[in-house]
């Protein structure tokens, strides 16, 4: 039996713009709570956090890292998040997992590119939400500027609760403005607060104090009637306001000295929300909706989060419990495969390593091993309960490229390689691409594909090179002509005789090939016009202008004339694509391209820079619409213009623009483009 209730987990995520101090603020949570002996250092990739080598070589994280340790009374389980923007989806997964959410600031640049980025998941994740404001210790951090921008920069009401405490600009420690107490740096030890320190306090108190109490009209009353305010009255308003989501507590500290982070944890038992306060689980079941209570008595129900390959225990899929409980042994059901699994072994996660346990309750996060069958977001449960939670919201990969094998014997494991990944990183995404014959790999930007590059490599022993993917062209034919071919061969034993006539036509877009026959009074026995049909079919795939294959055409074959002994299928199919040939010459043929509607949204700020990109990119805007101070920009785009598009768009927006893009359709390449396409063919195929 596991030794603590669903009330007593607390699910906390540290998320932040990369570089914040995530994993130093782990390793100093780690430590304090005696999981670790010693604080490792990111700087020398001792962390507990940064444990694969692609984290260990970069120094930034890749993976979320899961923890789980006991804390005063309350089981936690911490999950440190990855900051770089290319790996955003571990965000979505952690925050979907958690109640609450910590963001850090780096209190030497304030807010960055991906911080509204993240705590924008954890918003939509209906998670609580603290700040942790760090690296106080560094020269010229001022509180007062980072908070006022962070004011600026979120609509949430900020209640500082510990803030740095500084002589000249050195660094002392942190004061607690609701207990009153100074924090010091050098020994950790909590003292009465001096005269200087008094000063500082009265500056923020008084508005702590009103924030707290406008939540609770009651103790307004009291207030305002100058009656006094019990601290205890004072903790259950600011409980009430954390838990309904109204208040966003701020701490204070520098993670490098471990300084500032006891309070904020502190301060997190008794605030964050428990597993069982979560609001209760909506699911489907079938037609209807059903909701389940997050306790240790309703049936299991979880979610898989995550799954990776362990290079020792095999694939592991790390999942939140949100209702009943699983012990070791026993079997899971999973609604989308309709099969039962047993779960030989139960593991909580700490760092690279695994813990086995031998239950798990509602509100845990922990892992099975060796279920192959498990995806992300699968929903898991028991007794054949025939339910699905809403799958997490991915963001979607923005870059593509194509991926080639150094070595050409390897394509194979190649492929398997990048396909066994993509089932473990749901922002990566493989598509193999029958017409140009790449295989096409979609990611979050160049840094995530060099990362998959080294894990394949890694864990495969096999990486890739990135090419420019290839353009799906195909050509057409503008003007509508007749041709006439007789193909004979009648010297000596059994000849040949093909002749037909045929009309090539235009076709709207999109319409592919369309084949009529308008043969009167046996012209051409019947049995040779699927012949007919077929000699175009076989020839069409290669143009004549590069060799693309031929659409949106109708071939009408309306005469010809047969011998009754040489006569034969061969020679109408040989006569037919003879006939296909002469008459694309004819037709005016052109290049055709893919266009891709293309929606990008951005700050207004960059709203020129990125019209005047698209048009330099051939694209044609066909609308705008104002989002939230941002803007989203509608366009038609040639595919061709795209492939560098993800990394340009971020140094455009220094990474603040997103887009997405699908298929619209094919139109004619214009003609200075088409002669380059051509002749860069005609060189491929040398
Ligand atoms: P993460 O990307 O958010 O996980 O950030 P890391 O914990 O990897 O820290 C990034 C860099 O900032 C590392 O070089 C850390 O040593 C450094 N760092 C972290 N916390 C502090 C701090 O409180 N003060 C100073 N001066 N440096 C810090």
Redesign the pocket.
């Known amino acids: 039996m596991s030794n603590y209730k669903t009330k007593d987990i607390k699910n906390i995520s540290f998320i932040?713009h990369?570089?914040?101090?995530?994993?130093?603020?782990t390793e100093d949570v780690l430590f304090n709570a005696g999981k670790i002996e010693q604080i490792g250092?990111?700087?020398e990739g001792s962390t507990k956090?940064d444990f694969i080598p692609e984290e260990k070589e970069h120094?930034?994280?890749v993976n979320s890292s899961y923890f789980s340790f006991k804390l005063k009374e309350n089981q936690v389980n911490l999950i440190?998040t990855p900051?770089y923007a290319d790996f955003r989806g571990e965000v979505a997964s952690a925050t979907r997992m958690v109640e609450s959410s910590v963001l850090?600031i780096n209190a030497d640049s304030g807010v960055e590119v991906n911080t509204n980025y993240v705590w924008n998941i954890a918003v939509e994740n209906n998670n609580s939400r603290f700040v942790f404001i760090?690296?106080f210790?560094?020269e010229g951090t001022n509180f007062k500027e980072v908070i006022n921008e962070l004011e600026e920069n979120f609509e949430d009401s900020l209640l500082p609760i510990t803030i740095p405490y500084k002589e000249g600009d050195e660094y002392k420690g942190v004061i607690d403005l609701l207990r009153e107490k100074f924090i010091g740096v050098k020994d950790g030890k909590e003292s009465e607060l001096n005269d200087a320190q008094q000063e500082v306090l009265k500056e923020y108190k008084l508005e702590l104090v009103e924030s707290i109490i406008e939540l609770d009209e009651e103790l307004m009353l009291k207030y305002l009637e100058d009656e006094e305010i019990t601290d205890e009255e004072m903790n259950n308003a600011l409980l009430k306001g954390v838990l309904s989501k109204e208040l966003v507590p701020v701490f204070s500290g520098?993670?490098?000295?471990n300084s500032g982070v006891k309070s904020l944890m502190d301060y997190l038992l008794k605030l964050a929300p428990s597993a069982a306060d979560r609001e209760s689980l909506k699911v489907q079941a079938g037609e209807e909706e059903k909701e389940f209570e997050t306790t240790e008595e309703g049936p299991f129900i979880g979610m898989v989060g995550k799954t990776m390959v362990d290079p020792y225990i095999g694939k592991l899929s790390i999942f939140r419990i949100y209702s009943g409980s699983i012990d070791k042994g026993e079997e899971l059901y999973v609604p989308r495969t309709k099969d039962n699994y047993r779960v030989s072994k139960l593991y909580k996660l700490n760092g690279s390593e695994q813990e086995q346990v031998e239950q798990l309750i509602a509100g845990d996060i922990g892992a099975v091993a060796k279920l192959d069958d498990l995806e992300t977001s699968d929903t898991i449960t028991k007794e054949d309960l025939d339910i699905k939670i809403d799958p997490i919201k991915f963001p979607e990969p923005m870059l593509i490229k194509a991926a080639a094998p150094a070595d050409e014997a390897d394509n194979e494991k190649m492929s398997s390689a990048i396909q066994r990944y993509s089932l473990e990183d749901p922002t990566f995404k493989v598509d193999y691409n029958k017409a140009t014959k790449q295989l096409l790999i979609k990611g979050m930007g160049t840094v995530h594909l060099s990362v998959v590059n080294d894990i394949c490599k890694r864990k495969f022993d096999v990486g890739f090179n990135l090419v420019e993917p290839k353009v799906e062209y195909k050509e057409t034919i503008r003007k509508k002509v007749s041709t006439e071919v007789k193909y004979k061969k009648q010297s000596g034993g059994r000849g040949q005789y093909g002749h037909v006539m045929i009309r090539f036509e235009p076709l709207p877009r999109g319409r592919g090939f369309e084949f009529d026959e308008e043969i009167f009074g046996g012209a051409i026995p019947s049995q040779y016009i699927p012949a007919v049909e077929k000699g175009i079919l076989e020839t069409k795939d290669d143009g004549v202008l590069a060799n693309y294959p031929v659409v949106d055409f109708k071939a009408t074959v309306y005469d010809g004339s047969y011998h009754d002994v040489d006569s034969s299928e061969m020679a109408f199919k040989i006569a037919a694509s003879k006939a296909f040939k002469q008459a694309m010459q004819k037709a005016k043929p052109v290049i055709l391209e893919p266009i891709m509607d293309v929606k990008v949204v951005v700050p207004e700020s960059f709203m020129g820079d990125i019209m005047g990109d698209l048009n330099s990119r051939r694209g044609k805007i066909s609308g705008m619409e104002p989002q939230d101070g941002t803007q989203k920009i509608k366009a038609k785009v040639p595919q061709s213009e795209l492939f560098s598009y993800a990394t340009d768009l971020k140094s455009i927006t220094g990474g603040y623009g997103y887009f997405t893009m699908e298929f619209s359709n094919y139109e004619k390449v214009p003609s200075d483009i088409s002669e380059q396409i051509i002749e860069k063919r005609a060189n491929e195929e040398d």
């Open positions: 932040s990369g570089g914040a101090g995530k994993t130093t603020l250092s990111v700087d956090s120094k930034y994280s440190d900051g850090l760090n690296k210790d560094k520098s993670a490098l000295h």
